[in-house]
């Protein structure tokens, strides 16, 4: 009986400790909801993003197809420019500063986004993360059109815990995991805790009697 509830426990506590260590980080209003950047002629870049921390190993980033009208699917690259193929896709991480990858050369969104159209050969809206020099920390963009150097451009997020040389590091360790698109809230972590909570229970219960605990 001591070492079944010791199992238990120790199940139960891995369970949570994995579910806690997790985040979704959930867009689904209007980007440019307030602004009149869309009725303004030339490209627009807003910001107010959110700032958060962002686990790469674990988080995703979760897009309402409905919102970004992006797609259902991701169609994922992460290189440098020079190297992202010509292909269609609606998300992208720039791993490097620049084409040139010069730490000199001043890089925001607009210049990230420039050097993402160059690339495209389709167009239509997506996203894009890239590394703010200024900042010194990875943001997520939003671009009405990735093919178009007049789109028009909204922060979505700044990863503040990605800053530094740590953070230029962890840039090509982004994957299409990272990233999805989904109308639906993921559930919540107390459901997920407690279904997995109940498993566990029901297991050890189905151990003891079988005399395996």
């Given at each position: ?76 690259a992460n290189a440098p420019v020079n190297a992202i ?129």
């Amino acid at each position: 009986m001591q070492y079944r509830n010791v199992f238990c426990i120790a199940a139960a506590g891995l369970l949570v400790s994995s579910l806690a260590s997790a985040a979704t980080f959930n867009f689904n209003t209007d980007p440019f909801a307030g602004t009149t950047a869309l009725t303004t002629p030339g490209r627009q870049i807003v910001a107010n993003e959110a700032f958060i921390s962002f686990n790469i190993a674990t988080d995703v980033f979760a897009l309402d197809p409905a919102v970004f009208q992006a797609g259902n699917t991701v169609e994922f690259a992460n290189a440098p420019v020079n190297a992202i193929p010509a292909v269609p896709l609606n998300v992208v991480v720039l791993d490097s500063f620049d084409d040139d990858n010069n730490p000199a050369t001043p890089f925001g969104a607009g210049q990230a986004a420039n050097l993402v159209a160059g690339r495209m050969t389709v167009a239509g809206p997506g996203f894009f993360v890239y590394f703010n020099q200024a900042l010194d920390v990875p943001r997520l963009v939003y671009s009405t059109d990735l093919s178009s150097t007049a789109a028009d451009l909204k922060v979505l997020a700044r990863m503040v815990n990605l800053n530094g040389q740590a953070g230029r590091d962890a840039m090509p360790t982004f994957t299409a995991a990272n990233f999805a698109f989904t109308d639906a809230p993921e559930p919540g972590g107390l459901v997920m805790i407690t279904g997995g909570l109940l498993l566990i229970g029901c297991s050890c219960h189905a151990l003891s009697r079988r005399g395996q605990l």
